[in-house]
């Protein structure tokens, strides 16, 4: 569809979340300059006022059915989703029922190479660091200053939190949270809807669904059942 007249030339996008996470994405894609965020959507809405980062807030997640109907096809995921990353994967999954297409938000400082891909939805924000080879599915979020080595993997809605550190040909499996400041060692394999705790230094594999904290990193807990850890539909 054309550009609304009031984004300035630039393809209307929806956020879906309105707290801190979803002020940095908002950020990253105003400098693109290729998106005008026409509005936010909020579970909390009717707590939060009529405006969130200078953007309108125009409700919960209901409205999205009655936003697409008016010809909005871009939407953002705006949950940063500590640990836990089944509330993006619930919000992807509605985006794609409804026909959304989730933009990519990749910030100007960070360094992604030519020679690394990524799926649809990828956020990669502030002085990240994505090397050659390295392969992001979709959703996937990359946090600030984190570093994605090459070869590297990361599975479906996985977060690599900031400042994490994957050393070369690591696989982070579907729905893993790596921890802020987390180091991985080189070949590691992080299990589907694992959670790596914050400053934990991984030297051997994390079974799915574990959580592992420490340097050197041991188990501490498994996570209950996660979205994250059932095959990718």
């Keep these: 569809m054309p550009p609304e007249p009031h984004t300035n030339g630039r393809m209307p996008v929806l956020g879906l979340g309105a707290g801190g996470h979803a002020g940095v994405v908002i950020e990253c894609l105003t400098l693109a300059d290729r998106y005008a965020v026409v509005g936010l ?36 995921i705006g949950v940063g989703t500590p640990r836990n990353t089944d509330p993006r994967i619930l919000l992807w999954g509605r985006l794609k029922e409804l026909g959304f297409e989730v933009v990519s938000a ?41 570093i994605v080595e090459h070869d590297c993997q990361i599975g479906d809605h996985a977060h690599i939190a900031s400042g994490a550190v994957l050393a070369g040909g690591v696989q982070v499996e579907r729905g893993a949270f790596v921890g802020a400041g987390a180091c991985i060692r080189p070949g590691i394999v992080i299990g589907a809807g694992a959670v790596v705790g914050t400053g934990a230094v991984v030297v051997k594999n994390v079974a799915a669904g574990s959580v592992v904290v420490g340097n050197p990193a041991r188990p501490m807990a498994k996570q209950k059942p996660l ?7």
């Design 41 to 76: 959507l909020d579970g909390a809405a009717s707590e939060l006022g009529p405006n969130r980062h200078g953007v309108p807030l125009l409700g919960g997640d209901e409205e999205l059915p009655r936003l697409r109907a008016t010809g909005i096809v871009h939407a953002f």
């Design 106 to 146: 990749v910030h100007p400082t960070a360094i992604v190479s030519s020679l690394a891909t990524y799926g649809e939805g990828v956020t990669i924000l502030a002085r990240a660091v994505v090397n050659p080879q390295a392969r992001l599915g979709q959703n996937v979020l990359i946090n600030t200053g984190a």
């Design 227 to 233: 979205l994250s850890m059932r095959a990718a539909s």
